[in-house]
Structure formats: C-alpha cells, structure tokens
C-alpha cells in the first residue's frame, strides 16, 4: 500500500522535474549555425532570443547560472563549451588571469558604440585594456530603508548605520561573503579590495559585532523581505529598486522603501559579456553581443532585468522618469568613493572565505 | 545469464551514480589543491568553525530525530488499529505534502514563520502574543521534523502492522500493564522499524543546508551549510570532500545499527 504511494510521489517529482528541465533550450531552425550562451537567471528579455533567432538565423542553446562561482568551474573544466558568457566583474578578471577568454574583434560589435564609455573606462579595474568584455548591466550597492520603521532623524547615510543599536533584529544583511566585506571595510574606510590581512580582521570583527542585531543573512530575499515589513533597513543591490517601487505602489503599502548610496562609497559593479577562450563559434558570440548592444533591445532588456543599462542609446530611448531615477540611474558624484570588485587571487580569496565563515559561525 | 542481463542497468547506474562519485570524494578528500596526499582536510574538523558547526548540526539533528519518534510512535499504533483502509487513507494524508517539493514547503514555512507571517497575523487577529522563531534553532528544527517525519511515520506504520494482536492480548492476559506491554512487547517488536525511522531522518537531517538556510535566516552555520559552501561559494572541493568524509562516519554508524537491528529489511518504508 504504502510502498504505491511514495512510488506516485517519486514519479511526480520526476515528471515535474523533467518538464522543468525541459525548457533550457529553445527551439528554431538554425541555417547559420549555433551560439551557445551561458547567463544569469532571469537576465534576458525571452523575445529577444526568439527575435535574434529569427533575424540572423543563427540557433541559441542558452543555458542559466545563479552564482559567479558556479560558472568559473564549468567553463573552466570546458565541462560545457559556451560561445559567450555574462560574469561580473571579479570574475572577468579572474578568468582573464587564468586565460579562459578570448579577445573580442571590435570590428563585428558596431554597437560597441552605444555603451557609455563611463562604464568602458570604469570596466578598466577587471579588464584594463578592454580588449575582453562588453557591459551589458551595472548597478550600484546600498542601504534601503523602510520609512513607516525609521523615523527621519535616524534615516541611514552611511554604513555604519548598519551598526546602530536602534535597528536591533531590524537588519537585514547580504549573505555573500565579498558583498558583507566590502560594507565592513568600507564602514572602516578602507578599500573593498583589501588585501592587508590586519584590515580584514578589523573588518571580521566588526562583523562579528554586528551579527546580534542582524535578522538575517539573505540574498535574493531581501527584496521581498522589505516590501513585506520584515525589517527596517538592509543592504540591496540597486537593480532591485525599480520592482520594489512598482511592487509597493501596486500594493497599496503605507509606507515606501528609499535607497541610500553609504557616504563612504559603495560597489559599482558591472556585468559583461565575455567570450571563452574555447569558444567554437566566435563570430556568432560577436553577432550575439552586437545585437544586444543595439539601442531598441537594450532598452527592452533593461525593461525586464531593470538593472542599470549602459546602453546610451537605450537610455535615451527610456521615459524621463526613469531617466531621473537616481535609485537606478544615480548621480556620477555620489559614485566618487565607489569601486569596482577586483580578483585578488586564490590565497586572499581563502582569507576572506575562512573569516566569513568565522563571522557565520558565531 | 538472462539475470545478469537484467542487473545491467542497475550495474551502471550504481557504478556511475554512486561509485564513482564516492571515489572522487574520497580522492578530493585525500588531497590538497595540487593533487598531493594529505589529512589536513579530514584534521580541519578540528577546527572551531567547523567542530562547532558538526556539534550543533548533530544537535539539532538528534532533536528533530527524537521529536519525530515521539510524534511518530504514538501516531503508528492508533494508525495500526484502524485497520487497513483507514489507516492507510491517513498514512495517504501524510505523504501526500510530499508530492509537493520540499524547497517550495520549506519556503511556506518562512512566509508562516516571519514577523508578519501567517501565524503571527493569525495570532495578533486573537489578540495573542506573536511568536518568533524565525531565524532561531528552533525554527530549523521544526523544519527538519516537518520534512522528515513522514520517513518515521512510514517504517513504524509499516513494522507495527505486523505485530500479531494475539502476542498484545497475551501480554495484557498475563497481567501486563499498557507501559509494560510497550517497552517489554511493543518496542522490541517494532525495534527495526524504529531504527530505520530514526536513520531515515537523522541522516538527512544531520546533512541539510537546505532547512537551516532558509528558516536559520543564514545565522545558524551547520556542517552541511560549510561543505555545501566550500563546493558552490570557496570552491575548495577538497575542503568540501574531506569534511563529507568525516560526516560520513556518522551516516556509516547509523547505517551499521541497521545492519545489526533490521536484518531482514523489515522496517524498510519503500
């Protein structure tokens, strides 16, 4: 009897499991050959595929991560061989040390034009010669804060707000271990890519010192965290903050989530399109990032991602609100102490990832 | 011959599936970065970190082992003398969350657990003091015995169906009372099945990131929560390799108190 029922369970699961597994790839004959594209979930338009499918009539076979460090090993190992691939900074960098990347022919990426050089000249810190990637998305880190739960004498400016005894159980922080460092270091002045091990212990034990007042560590859920009232404040990347604007108008709430960029200057990052060094269709890669560059679609992509495009040819396609919104698009000034994530090599890489874990298990 | 045919698929299955992945463990586990032999990845259980995070996850695993047992027994023999049609229909009850992933239940505990949560809103609607137990131990263990005791309730169900009712009554008849008649009849006939129980959830629960992440609020360092990091976040898989190691003592012992209670398989839920 009982043995029917786990075995019905166990076939459900699989079945769904398979349905889900199904959809990876998507379907169009492909007279022009293939692009394989590893990206980020949720980090593309699906009628833009469809739409690139049909003019060039090349075949994606598109593929999804979830972390950095997810994608370094595959592509690594060459488990699967991708055409092109969207890292963040960091790991741009890290692959190109490791040379896994291959240069990108400018010549085939005329749209190379429409990105804002701010960003090419800022991609410098991971690609310095910018012979390697092409930014699709940036954004910024900061602090959010609920205003039905500070009141405005306490409204937070710097980062270490985030250390403020008001906000016992109200914080929410980021459950990553670079992303928790950087508002540590940052808090005590220091560089984000620090290497200096003394300045990391300070910034670990600063940490510790937090981590009574924290509710939780989270990733993706501080989103949904603070729309819902969980808490008062916490730390979110801006590309989240056009949702959450949307989500707490459609909601009716009483309240409404303002982001702040820290006064000591926050992570700038930036997510590029890169080329594996094994990549089998190269030209193909180049026709893909070429399209994606092209205003119309930039600005349908940035419509659905909302993270930060560099496109200006798409910025100048959005509506001015938009435009305006400094939760998305900030001023260049308040970008003045920012920086961008930079690889600092396996050893110091251990370091951060041990004093992580000496912070978690505390 | 024929037969030896017929074990193919499951020859390679075994061999591909489970074989080979436990010798990479094992290699992984053994060696450092550059290939070379070496314990220092078994030794750094030693570590704070890591021994603090062994010790609260066989903690909290013990915890929610007990409480499914103490959930599960009781529920096993009323479930027993209702007879076959009832008492599976109710045993359908129980599996039947189960056809539902396990992620998505977890997450619905969060939404009922949270501050503003279903439960605290529920409780405020009465006027009553809110609870909060998100992002505590105790959340993590409610979780664990929630997803795990269905893995309990089945073996004993199961081992305890088998129990004649003339070896009860004949314990009752010789003047037994009902605690008497538990721990001299009841619970060394159903000994197999509460070993299996207990292994089938102190093992996953011994090894779950999964729970502690979403209902410990990511506070709360559990060993599965370190090599599960060491794989996806550090990507020091030798790190990762050598604790599983160490932690597959602990399934290997569990593993070895069935071998010894449930020889013939009896108390088996699948």
């Known amino acids: 009897m009982k043995k029917r029922f786990l075995s019905v369970s166990l076939a459900a699961v699989t079945a769904a499991s398979a349905v889900l597994s199904g959809c990876s790839s998507s379907s169009g004959a492909g007279s022009a050959g293939e692009v394989y594209v590893y990206n980020w979930g949720e980090y593309i338009d699906e009628e833009v595929i469809d739409m690139f499918e049909e003019e060039t009539g090349i075949k994606v076979i598109y593929d999804m991560f979830e972390t950095n460090e997810e994608m370094y090993p595959i592509i690594e190992a060459g488990a699967r061989v991708y055409d092109v691939v969207c890292p963040s900074d960091y790991m741009i960098q890290k692959m190109i040390d490791n040379n896994l990347l291959a240069e990108i022919n400018f010549d085939n990426i005329p749209n190379y034009s429409q990105i804002d050089p701010e960003y090419i000249e800022r991609s410098r810190a991971f690609d310095p010669e910018n012979k390697y990637s092409v930014p699709y998305t940036w954004g910024t880190v900061g602090i959010l804060y609920n205003t039905g739960m500070v009141a405005p004498e306490d409204v937070p400016t710097k980062w270490m707000d985030l250390w403020d005894e008001k906000f016992d159980g109200e914080i929410l922080m980021q459950d990553s271990v670079r992303d928790a460092f950087m508002v540590a270091l940052k808090a005590l002045g220091y560089s984000m890519n620090s290497t200096d091990p003394d300045e990391l212990a300070e910034a670990r034990d600063l940490l510790i010192r937090q981590k009574p007042l924290v509710q939780a560590y989270v990733i993706d859920q501080v989103r949904d965290k603070m729309i819902g009232g969980e808490a008062a404040i916490g730390v979110i990347y801006s590309g989240e903050m056009l949702y959450i604007q949307e989500e707490v108008e459609n909601l009716g709430l009483d309240y409404s989530l303002e982001y702040v960029i820290p006064e000591e200057g926050t992570n700038v990052w930036i997510d590029s399109w890169v080329i594996p060094a094994n990549a089998r269709n190269k030209e193909n890669a180049e026709k893909w990032i070429d399209f994606l560059c092209r205003p119309d679609i930039a600005k349908m992509n940035f419509e659905y991602i909302t993270y930060a495009t560099p496109n200006k040819g798409a910025f100048d396609l959005l509506d001015e609100d938009l435009q305006n919104n400094k939760a998305v698009f900030p001023d260049v000034d308040s970008l003045n102490n920012c920086e961008v994530f930079s690889y600092l090599g396996e050893d110091v890489d251990m370091m951060y990832n041990e004093m992580w874990k000496e912070v978690k298990s505390k | ?270």
């Open chain 2, 1 to 270: 011959m024929n037969r030896k045919l017929l074990a193919g698929p499951y020859i390679v299955w075994v061999i591909g599936f489970t074989v080979i992945p436990l010798l990479m463990i094992v290699y992984y586990g053994l060696t450092d970065a550059s290939g070379a032999f070496t314990l220092a990845n078994i030794m750094e259980i030693a570590r704070e970190e890591h021994a603090k995070a062994l010790w609260l996850a066989l903690l909290l695993s013990l915890a929610s082992t007990v409480i499914c047992l103490l959930l599960a027994f009781p529920l096993a023999m009323v479930l027993r003398k209702r007879g076959v049609g009832r008492g599976s229909f109710v045993i359908f009850l129980f599996i039947m969350p189960m056809w539902m992933n396990f992620l998505l239940r977890t997450l619905a505990w969060q939404t009922l657990l949270e501050k503003n949560g279903a439960i605290n809103a529920f409780l405020s609607f009465l006027h009553l003091p809110g609870i909060s137990i998100i992002n505590t131990p105790g959340a993590i263990i409610l979780g664990m015995v929630y997803n795990f005791l269905p893995f309990m309730v089945l073996p004993l169900y199961n081992v305890l169906c088998k129990i004649d009712d003339n070896t009860i009554n004949a314990a009752r008849d010789l003047g037994a009372n009902f605690f008497q008649t538990l721990v001299w009849v009841w619970i060394p006939l159903s000994l197999p099945g509460i070993i299996s129980g207990i292994t089938m959830v102190f093992v996953p629960a011994l090894t779950t990131f999964v729970i502690s992440n979403l209902l410990g609020g990511g506070k709360i360092l559990l060993i599965g929560n370190v090599i599960e990091q060491e794989f996806t976040k550090s990507g020091n898989w030798n790190l990762g390799s050598g604790l599983s190691l160490v932690l597959m003592i602990f399934i290997l012992i569990s593993m070895m108190l069935v071998e010894k209670y449930d020889k013939n398989g009896e108390g088996t839920a699948f």
